[in-house]
C-alpha cells in the first residue's frame, strides 16, 4: 500500500497570505489528523476528521481550518500568514477515529512564510 | 487534557550501548503510547507501541515499558547502530494524540 502523500512539500509565502495543505491518507484508511511542528513547541495537534467531519480541534487559531472530502483526502488552510506559522506541517492517517488507532505520517509539508 | 514530559533531550551514545528514553503522561484514561522515530526530513515513522493492558513489549533490540500506576514509559534500545541516530518521540492517546518533545539520539560509530 503507498503511504500518507502530502502536497506540496515546500511552500513559500509571505505575511497576510493563505495557503492549503493537501493530504492524502493511506487507502482504507478513514480518519485524517494534521500537527504542526516547531522546534521549539515540538508536535502539534491542529485537528481530526473522521468520515468528513471534524471529530477534535487542537489549540489554534481561526485562521487554522481544514476539511475532509469524500474520499478521506483532507486540505488544511491557513489564512493572513504570520512569520509564527512557520513550521513542518505533518499529515496522519489512520483506520478509525478509535483512541488508540496506530497512525501513520506523511513526509510533511515545510511552510516559510517571509 | 494530557500533557507528556520526555527525557533526555539529547542522548549520545557509543555503538553498541543501550538508550533509554523516559516518559511520563498526566492523563490517567491515556491507554495507547506509541514511538515514533524522526530522521531527517522525513515524517515520523512508528517503530514500536503499547497499550494499557501490557507491560512490556520487545521488537528485535526495540523495547518498551509501561508503568500505569507511576505514569510512564519507556523506551530500550540495545545494542545501538548508528542508523538509530534520529529522534524519538513518545506519545499518549488520551482525547487526541499528544507527544513529548522529543529526544535526539546520537550514536557514534
Known amino acids: 500500500k503507498a503511504g500518507v502523500t502530502q502536497t506540496p512539500r515546500y511552500l513559500i509565502k509571505t505575511r497576510g497570505q493563505q495557503v492549503t495543505l493537501s493530504c492524502s491518507p493511506i487507502?482504507?484508511?478513514?480518519?485524517v489528523s494534521w500537527y504542526q511542528q516547531t522546534p521549539g513547541q515540538g508536535l502539534q495537534f491542529l485537528f481530526e476528521y473522521f468520515s468528513e467531519t471534524q471529530r477534535n480541534k487542537g489549540n489554534f487559531p481561526g485562521r487554522f481550518s481544514g476539511r475532509q472530502f469524500s474520499n478521506s483526502r483532507s486540505e488544511m488552510n491557513v489564512s493572513t500568514l504570520e512569520l509564527g506559522d512557520s513550521a513542518l506541517y505533518l499529515c496522519?492517517?489512520?483506520?478509525?477515529?478509535?483512541?488508540?488507532?496506530?497512525?501513520?505520517f506523511g513526509p510533511g509539508t515545510r511552510l516559510t512564510v517571509l | 487534557g494530557e500533557n507528556v514530559e520526555q527525557h533526555p533531550s539529547t542522548l549520545s551514545v557509543q555503538e553498541g550501548d543501550s538508550a533509554v528514553i523516559k516518559c511520563t503522561y498526566s492523563d490517567s484514561a491515556s491507554n495507547y503510547f506509541p514511538w515514533y522515530k524522526q530522521e531527517l526530513g522525513k515524517g515520523p515513522q512508528l517503530i514500536i507501541d503499547i497499550r494499557s493492558n501490557v507491560g512490556e513489549k520487545k521488537d528485535q533490540r526495540i523495547a518498551v515499558t509501561l508503568n500505569k500506576t507511576a505514569k510512564h514509559f519507556s523506551l530500550h534500545i540495545t545494542e545501538t547502530q548508528p542508523e538509530d541516530s534520529a529522534v524519538y518521540f513518545c506519545a499518549a492517546n488520551g482525547s487526541t494524540l499528544t507527544f513529548g518533545k522529543g529526544t535526539m539520539l546520537l550514536v557514534s560509530p
Open positions: 496522519a492517517s489512520s483506520l478509525e477515529d478509535r483512541g488508540g488507532d496506530t497512525q501513520y
Open positions: 487507502s482504507g484508511h478513514r480518519s
